[in-house]
């Protein structure tokens, strides 16, 4: 497929969870494609953590599910959102999070075979990096790139090997800039950005702190402590676990209006102390940085050939653990399309729905970050803090919190209020995971949506409408469990019937061989390859026993079909070339 005016079909410009879930992506696919980044290795701070089931099925897909969950703190170790005065001052509210409390486990447990995991970035980048070198990607750190520029034909990158200064140049046919907030691809090439930035400064300080006697019987991802006289933003700093439990990121807000911080070792093991409320804990400093809240999405994701994904397209504050989550799954949706425009089998217009689907996701997900930060303002004052008050003030508040009188009473109805409003924070499984696509590689089968039972944002309702990820159930395979999702994906379409669904399954391999395309077909049900014992898949399926329903390599319905059709073969074949934006 390269031509001598190219080094590579596909430059990847970052490598951190976006560039390097494209990067192992692309080789799984067999394109040729560099990956560069600026610094030497992958990221050597934790950052961020919270790992959901969507990104968990990437990762299942890429055969690393079980590698990340051995290094992860699993879901059940997650739980407890807890708001206390310091560690071992007083406990004022908790929250069971991340779906493990009763009332949402089983929303969770139902909706994907895959479980929200606590990773830090830097021990989760490299499993990433692993899985792209065992398919033989080429990944080049130290590597920065200083211009890019393209034309008709290809992308040409300038780049510098940072530790001897000899520069060179990539060419290629398409680029994806996964190089970050701060990246060089997006400014120079002028992608326009809505939004703001410098919404907020804040400090990470990753630490070592035994505190396991102040969370076991509380286990938990966050730790917000609250101090009386400290009413900033988010409050006095709060405890992320990295190592259960020992070690720590203590992230805290401050306005720059009041002067930079003292961020010598002296100043934050002080915090630290000051937090924790014990000072024969020992604290040890491993690094301290600063960042801001950005609230900011690209207009564009896409300018001829290059793509944004990332952090590169949409910067957004670490609440709701969006992130790197949103970066996985952007290069998810990226990468087949890019293969299958570069092997010949889709024309080039699919590229254009990269933007179409996963803008509307950015876009969600900037602002639902943001607005789960405003939100936390009312627990603040619920707790009874304002701004400008002693420490004397706010433990007074603090009492009337407990107190027995009409004041007491309404503060503690306000407290509920606020706690329950981090739901949308915390448990917002809608969000995570109820990503609907609409584009012109999805193709409409003349239904709506389903009407919505319950808040979009909180629950996620699975659907096989056209753009829907693919529901999750439980079928039986001789003796082995598989889910629907292990049965799609792979880099190639899928195409699910039922029991009288078998001339979909012949018109799957009709246009799979003449079209030369990953197609493969599978029937669901009583007796069938796949068996539907538990009738799971019945009940989500929303089409008949004859019906199909054909499943994109990112697990996202393509199209479907209610019932068997006079020719299969031809319907199948005119959906196919439809999404494929071929003519
Ligand atoms: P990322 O910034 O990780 O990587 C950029 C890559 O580009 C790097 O490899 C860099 O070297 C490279 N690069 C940059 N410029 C280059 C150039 N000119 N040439 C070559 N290479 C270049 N997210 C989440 O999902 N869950 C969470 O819980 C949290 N929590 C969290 C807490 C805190 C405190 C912060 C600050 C952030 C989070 N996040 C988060 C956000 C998360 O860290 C962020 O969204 C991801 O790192 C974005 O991944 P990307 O791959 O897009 O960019």
Redesign the pocket.
Known sequence: MNTAEFDADVLV????????TASALLAEHGINAIT????AGT?HSP?????NQRTMEVFRDLGIEERVEELAVPNELMGNNVWATSFAGRELARLMTWGSGVDRKADYDRASPCSMCNIP?HVLEPVILEAARERDAAIRFD????EISQDENGVTGL?RRRSTGAEYTIRSRYAIA????????AKQLGFEFDGEEGLGC?V?VWLEADLSRYTRHRPGTLYWICQPGNDYWVGSGTF?CVKPWTEW?M?YMYDPADGEPDLSEEAVTERAHATIGDRDVAVRIKQVSQ?QINHLISRQYREGRVFL????AHRHP?AN???????VQDSYNLVWKIAAVLRGEAGEDLLDTYHAERHPVGRQVVDRAMKSVQDMRPLSQAFGFAPGQSAEDGWRSLDELQSDTPTGRQRREALAEAVALQNYQFNAHGVELGQHYTSTAIVDDGTSLPPRHEDPELYHQPSTHPGSPIPHAWLQRGNQRASTVDIVGGGRFALIAGIGGAPWIDAASAVADEMSIGLVGHRIGYGCEYDDLFGEWSRLREVGDRGCVLVRPDRHIAWRSHDLVADPVSTLRNVVRQLLSLP
């Open positions: 410009i970052g490598a951190g969870p976006a560039g390097l560069i980044s600026k610094h990221a950052r961020a953590h919270i790992t970035q590597t920065e790139l200083v780049v996964a190089d970050g907030g701060g990246g060089t691809t804040a990470n992320i990121v992230l960042w994904a990332g952090d590169a670490p653990g969006l992130g790197t989550n949103t970066s």
